[in-house]
Every structure is written in structure tokens, then in C-alpha cells.
T-cell receptor, first 114, second 115 residues
């Protein structure tokens, strides 16, 4: 597509529920990143995919968070047993690959856990 | 791990004037990339300018320029002839070519442009 697309734009869920956030990167981009941005903060790294594999998942805060990218394109961030502290904007970015290429960001999903 | 520090939570500038946003970073790597991103209320991060650490010449993009001081680990952004549309959050970011290419961001500076 023309840009990175994230759905839904906003998601409100009850504490304890399961949510999935979707990211559709720019066509042909092999690298995909998930970030979490809390209010008033900069984006915080969660996970990085190169192709289908998670090359670095060191930013995932705990085992309730999981992400997949089964065909090397669309990625889904999955959060189990959501907590109020998970409320944030979840940003996805993609880039053509390694090196000095910039990361292109989507508009994010604002997750609110009530 | 690399850290990025933006010491100015908020800045204000008069329209048509010049403003400088500060950024410092900490790294032991010799080669890396630095970026300034703009985030308007739409939430989408937009690249403003980037700098490769091996290049001594400061990057420039129209009204935006940087002052890259590698020894001091400083990377400030200068916006000339500020426009109302420049109002946004600005984030400084560090990208390592060695560590899975992830990008580390500062906490951001909120820029207000006064008419």
C-alpha cells in the first residue's frame, strides 16, 4: 500500500480481555517494528521483525504480549489479559531493510483498557 | 544500551523566527544514524531530517538543519522561518546498524508556534 496502515485506529477494551492490533506495512518492506507510546513519552521499542522472524523481541514487557508476522507482511500484536497499564498508543513502522533507511510509521492504534 | 535525552519538554517560537531543539545521546558505537521525527496530533511520525554519524557535514532539509557534534554526542535541530504548521511534538531518535536496527527515541519536545 501507499503507507503503513494500522487497524483499528482506536480500541477500547475491558480489563482482562484479549486484543489484537494489526499492522499492514509498505509493500516490499522486510523490516517491521512495533513501538508503544505512553502519554507524554517517546515511542518505546517492543519488537522487530526481519521477514517472518522476530529478530529482536527484547522490548516486549512480559509474556502477555506476543506478535506474529506469518507471511512476512502483515503483523499482529496480541495482548492477553489486558491491564489498565497497557493503555497507550501502539505504533507500527516498516523500512526496506537494514542500514540508514528511515522507518515509515503508521498512525497508531490508541488502546484504552477500562 | 543507547539512550536519547531531550531536555526541553516544551518550546515556543514566534512565527517566522528560529528555534533550536536539543538532543543528546549516549552510545559506545562509532557508526550510527540519528533522526528527527515530527508527530502532529494525527499521531503519525514524520521524518524531518536524518544524519549519518560518519558524515561530518551537517544535514539540511529546506528550513530544517542540524548541528551534529559527534564528540559531544549532541544532535540539535534548528527550524528557521517557523511556520504555524511546524507546531507538533518533535522526537530525536538513534538507530544502530548493529543491534537489529531498532530505533531509540527521546521523550520529545512539544513545539508551539505563536502567530
Amino acid at each position: 500500500g501507499a503507507g503503513v496502515s494500522q487497524t483499528p485506529s482506536n480500541k477500547v477494551t475491558e480489563k482482562g480481555k484479549y486484543v489484537e492490533l494489526r499492522c499492514d506495512p509498505i509493500s516490499g518492506h522486510t523490516a517491521l517494528y512495533w513501538y508503544r507510546q505512553s502519554l507524554g513519552q517517546g515511542p518505546e521499542f517492543l519488537i522487530y521483525f526481519q521477514g517472518t522472524g522476530a529478530a529482536d523481541d527484547s522490548g516486549l514487557p512480559n509474556d502477555r504480549f506476543f506478535a506474529v508476522r506469518p507471511e512476512g507482511s502483515v503483523s499482529t500484536l496480541k495482548i492477553q489479559r489486558t491491564e489498565r497499564g497497557d493503555s497507550a498508543v501502539y505504533l507500527c513502522a516498516s523500512s526496506p531493510g537494514a542500514g540508514n533507511t528511515e522507518a515509515f510509521f503508521g498512525q497508531g492504534t490508541r488502546l484504552t483498557v477500562v | 544500551a543507547q539512550t536519547v535525552t531531550q531536555s526541553q519538554p516544551e518550546m515556543s517560537v514566534q512565527e517566522a523566527e528560529t528555534v533550536t531543539l536539543s538532543c543528546t545521546y549516549d552510545t559506545s558505537e562509532s557508526d550510527y544514524y540519528l533522526f528527527w521525527y515530527k508527530q502532529p496530533p494525527s499521531r503519525q511520525m514524520i521524518l524531518v531530517i536524518r544524519q549519518e554519524a560518519y558524515k561530518q557535514q551537517n544535514a539540511t532539509e529546506n528550513r530544517f538543519s542540524v548541528n551534529f557534534q559527534k564528540a559531544a554526542k549532541s544532535f540539535s535541530l534548528k527550524i528557521s522561518d517557523s511556520q504555524l504548521g511546524d507546531a507538533a511534538m518533535y522526537f530525536c531518535a538513534y538507530r544502530s546498524p548493529y543491534n537489529n536496527n531498532d530505533m531509540r527515541f527521546g521523550a520529545g519536545t512539544r513545539l508551539t508556534v505563536k502567530p
